[in-house]
C-alpha cells in the first residue's frame, strides 16, 4: 500500500494482508488530515485518535441521523436507537454505568469454563475444514455470552443465527432482504429476551437479574432500552470478538515459536489475546461526528465534520507502545486503543478477551491448532472490521 493512496484504501485496510506500514506512515504525520474531496479528517496517531475519542463535541452518530435511515421503524432500529453505545448524554451515562458494574462482576472463571465447553461442542471434527472454522469464530462468543445471560443451551445455535441476521443490518451494503431479516432477528431476540428479563426476577443471582439491579440503582429505569441494550451486548460480541479469535490464531500460525509457547503454558494465553487485541486488532477504525464548533489536536473542526478515527494506527504508534511493531507477551503498561477511549471505552474488554482467550484455548487444547502455520486465510471484505476467513 502506498502511504499517498486516497481515502478508498484507508477503508479497505483492514482486509489487506499487512496494512500496518501504510498506517505508520499516515500516523507519523500530522494529528489531523483533512481529505478534501470527501470532506473527512483522517486521525490516525495516538495523540490524535485519543483527541478526538476524548473530546465531547466528537459524537457517535450524526445529529441529524440517530439511526441509520436503512433501518429506522423496524425492530432492528429499534434496538440500535437505543444502545448505550450509539448515543450521548443522559441516554448514555446512566445506562453505561450500570453495563459497566454489571460486567465487571461478571464471574469471568465460570465464563472461561463455559466458553470453553461449548467451544468443544460447537467445534467437533467439522472444525478442521478450515470454512467452518470461520463460522465457529462467530457462532462460539455469542453463544458463551448468551449462555451467561441466561438462554437455554439448546437455544444457543439459533441466538447465534438471529445475530448474524441481526449484524448485517449495520453495514451501509445491506441488501433489502437482509435488512428484513435483520428486523425479525431483532422481533425475535427482544421477544426472547423479555421472557428471560421475567423470569430473571425470580433468580435473584442470576445475570439479568444483576443487570437489572445495577440499571435500578443508576437510576436506569427504561425497560425496552434495557432489552435493547440486552441484544447490543451480543451484537457487540459477534464480529469484534470473532475477529479477536481469528486474529489470535493468525498470530499462532506467524509469530515465531507461539505456537509451541502456548501449546506448553495455554495458561499464557489471555495475555497472548491482549497481545493480539493491539498487535492486530479485530476494529481498525470507528467515526466521530463533530455536533458543535472545536478544536482537536490543534485543528479547528466545524459541526458536521466528519472524523475517521484509525484505532488500529493508534495501537502501533510507539507513542502509545513502545517497540510497538513488536509482539510482546509480557508488554507493560499496554495501551489498545481497538477498546476505545474516553466516555465510549469498551467496558466488555475484560470480556471479549476472556471469551477469546478460551475458545482459542478449547481449540489449541484438543490438538486442532497443531498444524496451524500451515493455515491459509484471507480476510472478510469490511470497512472497519479485521477478520480473517480460513481457506482450505
Known amino acids: 500500500m502506498n502511504p499517498d493512496s486516497n481515502l478508498d484504501n484507508i477503508l479497505a485496510a483492514s482486509a489487506h494482508r499487512n496494512p500496518y506500514p501504510f498506517y505508520a506512515a499516515l500516523a507519523a504525520g500530522p494529528a489531523l488530515v483533512f481529505d478534501a474531496p470527501r470532506k473527512l479528517w483522517i486521525a490516525s496517531s495516538a495523540a490524535g485518535v485519543k483527541a478526538v475519542l476524548g473530546n465531547p463535541a466528537c459524537r457517535v452518530r450524526p445529529v441529524s441521523e440517530p439511526v441509520p435511515s436503512a433501518i429506522v421503524g423496524s425492530a432492528a432500529g429499534e434496538v440500535f436507537g437505543h444502545l448505550v453505545r450509539m448515543n450521548e448524554g443522559l441516554r448514555h451515562d446512566a445506562p453505561k454505568l450500570a453495563l459497566q458494574r454489571f460486567l465487571a462482576a461478571v464471574d469471568l472463571d465460570r465464563v472461561q469454563a463455559r466458553t470453553e465447553v461449548l467451544a468443544l461442542q460447537a467445534a467437533g471434527e467439522g472444525v478442521l475444514r478450515r470454512e467452518a472454522l470461520s463460522r465457529w469464530a462467530f457462532e462460539v462468543p455469542v453463544m458463551a455470552v448468551a449462555d451467561l445471560l441466561g438462554f437455554g443451551e439448546d437455544e444457543l445455535p439459533q441466538v447465534a443465527r438471529w445475530m448474524a441476521d441481526f449484524v448485517a443490518c449495520l453495514s451501509p451494503l445491506s441488501t433489502p432482504a437482509q435488512l428484513a431479516a435483520a428486523g425479525n432477528a431483532a422481533s425475535a431476540l427482544l421477544g426472547r429476551f423479555a ?15 444483576r443487570l437489572q439491579q445495577e440499571a435500578a440503582q443508576v437510576g436506569w429505569h427504561d425497560a425496552r432500552a434495557l432489552l435493547c441494550n440486552a441484544v447490543g451486548l451480543l451484537s457487540q460480541t459477534y464480529e469484534a470478538t470473532a475477529g479477536l479469535i481469528g486474529n489470535s490464531i493468525t498470530a499462532l500460525a506467524t509469530q515465531p515459536g507461539l505456537l509451541d509457547a502456548m501449546a506448553r503454558e495455554p495458561g499464557q494465553l489471555l495475555q497472548m489475546v491482549h497481545e493480539v487485541s493491539r498487535y492486530d486488532p479485530s476494529i481498525h477504525n470507528t ?24 484505532l488500529a494506527a493508534a495501537g502501533r504508534d510507539p507513542a502509545c507502545n513502545p517497540r510497538s511493531d513488536e509482539f510482546l507477551l509480557e508488554r507493560p503498561d499496554r495501551e489498545v486503543p481497538g477498546f476505545g477511549h474516553g466516555a ?31 493455515f491459509s486465510w484471507h480476510y472478510r471484505p469490511s470497512m472497519n472490521a479485521r477478520i480473517p476467513v480460513f481457506i482450505a
Open 344 to 374: 465510549h471505552q469498551c467496558p466488555g474488554q475484560a470480556l471479549a478477551c476472556t471469551v477469546a482467550a478460551a475458545a482459542v484455548r478449547a481449540l489449541l487444547v484438543s490438538g486442532h491448532l497443531k498444524d496451524a502455520a500451515s
Open 287 to 310: 467515526r466521530r461526528f463533530v455536533d458543535q464548533p472545536t478544536e482537536v489536536a490543534g485543528v479547528s473542526l466545524q459541526a458536521g465534520d466528519v472524523v475517521l478515527v484509525l
Open 195 to 209: 421472557e428471560l428479563v421475567q423470569a430473571a426476577s425470580a433468580q435473584p443471582g442470576s445475570a439479568l437479574a
